[in-house]
């Protein structure tokens, strides 16, 4: 049973940092896409980025491009989403999730992630 547990959030002022880390148990870690999203209270939960299990591929969505990335430790079994000059925006619980690797790679297709984490809540102050 694939097991997917979410540390590192938290709370911090507007213009600070965090790193967000996602650590599969059993499965086999390079077979998945793996995936951050997020949900702010009242909203849908959302892509934030994904990425391959090589790495060489990445989505990020729009509103984070330039502000956050997202990596993966094969070996580690792990993935990470640093997050720079967040905003009261970012505010949300981030989710951690994982599908089957595919072609087209569908990254950003939330209904085709079929793992998820507990989540881990960021809270933004401004």
């Known amino acids: 049973q694939i097991q997917l547990v979410e540390s590192g959030g938290g709370l911090v002022q507007a213009g600070g940092s965090l790193t967000l880390s996602c650590a599969m148990s059993?499965?086999?870690?390079?077979?998945?896409?793996m995936g951050w999203f997020r949900q702010a209270p009242g909203k849908e939960r959302d892509v934030v980025a994904a990425i391959t299990p090589s790495g060489t591929s990445t989505y990020v969505e729009d509103s984070v491009k330039g502000r956050f990335t997202i990596s993966r430790y094969n070996t580690k079994n792990t993935v990470y989403l640093q997050m720079h000059s967040l905003k009261p925006e970012d505010t949300a619980v981030y989710y951690c999730?994982?599908?089957?690797?595919?072609?087209?790679?569908?990254?950003?297709?939330?209904?085709?992630?079929?793992?998820w984490g507990q989540g881990t809540q960021v809270t933004v102050s401004s």
């Open positions: 999730a994982a599908k089957v690797t595919t072609l087209p790679k569908l990254l950003d297709d939330r209904g085709r992630y079929s793992h």
């Open positions: 059993e499965g086999t870690f390079s077979r998945y896409d």
